[in-house]
């Protein structure tokens, strides 16, 4: 079975610093691994995957993150945060090859950006 | 091509009603997933259905609960005799394929229940 811990239940931040919302998984098989974003009294956003290849993925809105093997973790980045990326992330992952296996979400990072 | 569609966005509910919330998943797309978020607990999986088929109902709690995904029309999760601790927001997804193949799970904008 597979696990998520989001490491900082909240981060503020002010405008235009870097961010970091640490990510680290569990699991006894090779994953997928994805970030989702979720403004207040919305659904979920896909904000990037890794699936193969490149460690280093590229999503919307500015945002990155590496994919770590050796330390299960998939944090997500961005150098310079704005008021409006203000949301709940949720990190989540999905087995390979695993049939019948759905995603497996964090508990989710609140990012709160001020000026 | 319109989204993952959840109605009611919002439900209330008498303790010991029914309620029933429903989720057309995007165009193409036969795999449903039901998840619920409680404040403070993030999404909590709840089951997986392909039409007409349960794949993975492991999160869903033994009693009250129960969803179908038929052939024709939406997939509907369906609580009998509410309790206040139901109260919560309700997702769906869905996606076009497995997702241990890598395919993207898309969310509809949730259902939010109110029991009172």
């Known amino acids: 079975a597979q696990s998520v811990t989001q490491l900082d239940s909240q981060v503020p931040v002010f405008e235009e610093a870097p961010v970091e919302l640490r990510c680290n998984y569990s699991s006894s098989v090779s994953v997928y691994l994805f970030w989702y974003v979720q403004y207040p009294n919305q659904g979920l956003q896909l904000l990037l995957k890794?699936?193969?290849?490149?460690?280093l993925v590229k999503g919307i809105n500015g945002f990155e993150a590496e994919f770590n093997k050796s330390q299960t973790s998939f944090h997500l980045r961005k150098p310079s945060v704005h008021i409006s990326d203000t949301a709940e992330y949720f990190c989540a992952v999905s087995s390979r090859n695993q049939a019948g296996t759905a995603l497996i979400f964090g508990k989710g990072t609140t990012l709160s950006v001020s000026s | 091509n319109a989204g993952v569609m959840q109605n009611p966005r919002h439900l209330v509910r008498r303790r010991g009603q029914e309620a029933r919330l429903r989720c057309s998943p995007m165009?193409?797309?036969?795999?449903v997933y039901w998840y619920r978020q409680l404040p403070e607990e993030g999404l909590k999986f709840m089951v997986y259905?392909?039409?007409?088929?349960?794949?993975?109902e492991s999160g869903m709690p033994k009693e009250r609960f129960s969803a179908e995904f038929p052939k024709e029309g939406p997939s509907i999760l369906r609580i009998q005799q509410v309790v206040r601790g139901d109260s919560a927001a309700y997702f769906c997804?869905?996606?076009?394929?497995?997702?241990?193949?890598?395919?993207?799970?898309?969310f509809g904008e949730g259902s939010w229940l109110t029991v009172v």
């Open positions: 890794y699936l193969s290849g490149s460690t």
């Open positions: 259905l392909q039409k007409e088929n349960i794949i993975d």
């Open positions: 165009k193409g797309h036969s795999h």
């Open positions: 997804a869905s996606s076009p394929g497995q997702a241990y193949s890598g395919n993207t799970i898309y």
